[in-house]
């Protein structure tokens, strides 16, 4: 209940100053939820509970969805804070009718673990970097659920939420792009979300991305080099089959490969690769936290990163494509929070 409370505190303090529905969606939680809920519900009427079954996530949204009377509608998982101005900076772009859906700024908020610390120099080289690039070619390839904006007539128009893949953010995304819809990203709309603190919950995690990420490649296969989506064809997608799926996948092995080697004196042959690795990724990483305002300090964070957490995203790689050639179903699972993202005004 702890972790639901501080959301909704986060939220219903927002400077918006228009009209906001407030739709939890409980989606059979075993915990104080659905109770704290309620009871914040009876202080601010803005605040309203729709409790299912243990249905999953894809199911829950389209429960809240068929609530939702409002032409615009803000996802945010329930482990994400806002800030003051996020729903303000959020809303903004649809002030021009072009604009279908708007990617806010998703940042790790628990850096309380060298796990979740780096995860958050991944959201800032990784995720939110390559959005920025996205946004310029108006082909981001993922509205992310922990904190976007979509007009509802967009998601009508794009066959609303498909319950086909575990990515139902990409799969909306892309059949939002099916369907001319233009897509941005606000860096400045800042939510600070809860990232799983240990090896065994992020391996979960990120399994089932990588899995859900197969199934909507696979799914929108016509789209990439297909000139009708221009750069999102040609550009970002073809960058997820390569930088999120086969370099994720091999780069471990080649980091392997080289270090094997060097008993065997190939020391003056391998390290001039290893070097150049590390300084490609460590200049990476630092015009990334340039560009994120960050501390560059954090940057050397990228350096442990690919000798410990890249091995284990590789593992979710493989283990996630091998389920995927078996045709095996993979359920959505659910992580356990900590209510340890700070609580920030």
């Known amino acids: 209940g702890k972790v639901i409370a501080e ?7 927002t400077d918006y100053k228009g009209e906001i529905e407030v739709i939890v969606v409980d989606d059979g939680s075993r915990d104080e939820t659905a109770a704290e809920v309620e009871r ?3 202080i601010d009427p803005r605040v309203r509970l729709l409790p299912q079954e243990n249905r999953g996530k894809a199911r829950a949204l389209q429960r809240g969805l068929s609530a939702v009377h409002t032409g615009i509608v803000v996802f945010i998982d329930a482990d994400t804070q806002c800030q003051r101005n996020t729903l303000p900076r959020l809303l903004e772009p649809f002030a021009d009718a072009r604009i279908g859906a708007v990617s806010g700024h998703a940042k790790v908020g628990n850096l309380r673990s060298f796990i979740a610390r780096c995860q958050a120099l991944e959201y800032t080289c990784g995720f939110n970097l390559d959005r920025r690039a996205y946004n310029r070619l108006n082909c981001i390839t993922v509205v992310p659920g922990a904190i976007s904006a979509i007009r509802k007539d967009a998601i009508d128009e794009a066959g609303g939420l498909s319950l086909q893949t575990l990515a139902e953010d990409t799969d909306l995304t892309l059949s939002l792009h099916r369907h001319g819809g ?4 606000v ?3 800042v939510a600070w979300t809860e990232a799983p603190e240990s090896v065994r919950t992020l391996a979960r995690q990120r399994f089932r991305w990588a899995y859900g990420t197969l199934q909507c490649l696979w799914k929108h296969r016509d789209m990439i080099f297909n000139w009708n989506y221009r750069a999102l064809g040609w550009f970002s997608l073809p960058s997820v089959w390569f930088f999120q799926i086969i370099l994720v996948a091999v780069t471990p092995m ?11 004196g190939a ?6 690769f290893v070097i150049t690795f590390l300084a490609m990724d460590l200049v990476l990483a630092t015009l990334a936290c340039v560009l994120e305002r960050e501390p ?8 442990p990163m690919r000798l410990i957490y890249r091995p284990m995203l590789s593992y979710c790689i493989w283990k996630a494509i091998l389920r995927a050639v078996k045709g095996a179903w993979v359920s959505w699972g659910k992580l356990e929070r900590t209510a340890s993202v700070p609580v920030r005004a």
Not at 296 to 303: G, M, P, S, T, V
């Open 254 to 264: 080649v980091d392997l490969f080289l270090l094997a080697s060097l008993p065997f």
């Open 187 to 189: 860096p400045g709309a």
């Open 267 to 272: 020391w003056s042959a391998v390290m001039p």
């Open 40 to 42: 914040i519900g009876h």
């Open 7 to 13: 959301t909704l505190r986060a939220l219903l303090a």
């Open 296 to 303: 560059i300090a954090r940057a050397w964070r990228i350096l």
């Open 182 to 185: 233009r897509i941005v990203y």
